[in-house]
Each structure stands twice: as structure tokens, then as C-alpha cells.
């Protein structure tokens, strides 16, 4: 597992990544993003401070920023992709 937190100030450089390892953990310490995933891009989401989600394992999925935002992440490995732009 890699355990960050991370201060976003524009979306990431990929059209998505997977963790086929394990679930994904999110918590939005400032800010707001939105989180989508491929099974489901109707139900997309938006997370503001002090909310969090789990992307379930193997999940394709993107997070885009509605404003800069403070992160911390929990996220299974060693195993993981993402969609070059």
C-alpha cells in the first residue's frame, strides 16, 4: 500500500487509472474533486472536505478537481495502470 497526501492543483496527467490489487481509499482534507468510474460514468460524485470514498478493486476510474484540493490517499499495490492521455 502507498499511503499519501498529496495538494492537487490540476487534474492528473491520464484518463483514468485501476488498482487490481485492492480498494482505492479517498479523503478530501480541503477542496473539491469528482470521482467517477467506468462501471457506472452516470453516478458520477463530488467529495468536499472532510467526505471520503472507496473505488472498489479492479475499478477503472477518474478523478477530476472542481478546486484545488488537499488528498489523502490509500492505495493498494504494487499492481496498478493508467490510460496515458
Same mark, same amino acid.
Given at each position: 500500500?502507498?499511503?499519501?497526501?498529496?495538494?492537487?492543483?490540476?487534474?492528473?496527467?491520464?484518463?483514468?487509472?485501476?488498482?487490481?490489487?485492492?480498494? =482505492?481509499?479517498?479523503? $478530501?482534507?480541503?477542496?473539491?474533486?469528482?470521482?467517477?468510474?467506468?462501471?457506472? !460514468? *452516470?453516478?458520477?460524485? +463530488?467529495?468536499?472536505?472532510?467526505?471520503?470514498?472507496?473505488?472498489?478493486?479492479? =475499478?477503472?476510474?477518474? $478523478?477530476?478537481?472542481?478546486?484545488?484540493?488537499?488528498?489523502?490517499?490509500?492505495? !493498494? *499495490?504494487?499492481?496498478? +495502470?493508467?490510460?496515458?492521455?
Amino acid at each position: 500500500m502507498t499511503i499519501g497526501v498529496v495538494t492537487l492543483t490540476e487534474d492528473a496527467p491520464h484518463r483514468g487509472e485501476v488498482h487490481p490489487d485492492g480498494d =482505492e481509499i479517498l479523503y $478530501v482534507v480541503s477542496g473539491k474533486l469528482r470521482v467517477t468510474g467506468e462501471s457506472e !460514468p *452516470g453516478a458520477a460524485f +463530488d467529495l468536499s472536505a472532510g467526505q471520503a470514498c472507496i473505488v472498489p478493486k479492479g =475499478e477503472w476510474h477518474l $478523478v477530476k478537481l472542481l478546486e484545488p484540493t488537499q488528498l489523502i490517499h490509500i492505495t !493498494p *499495490g504494487p499492481n496498478g +495502470d493508467h490510460r496515458p492521455l
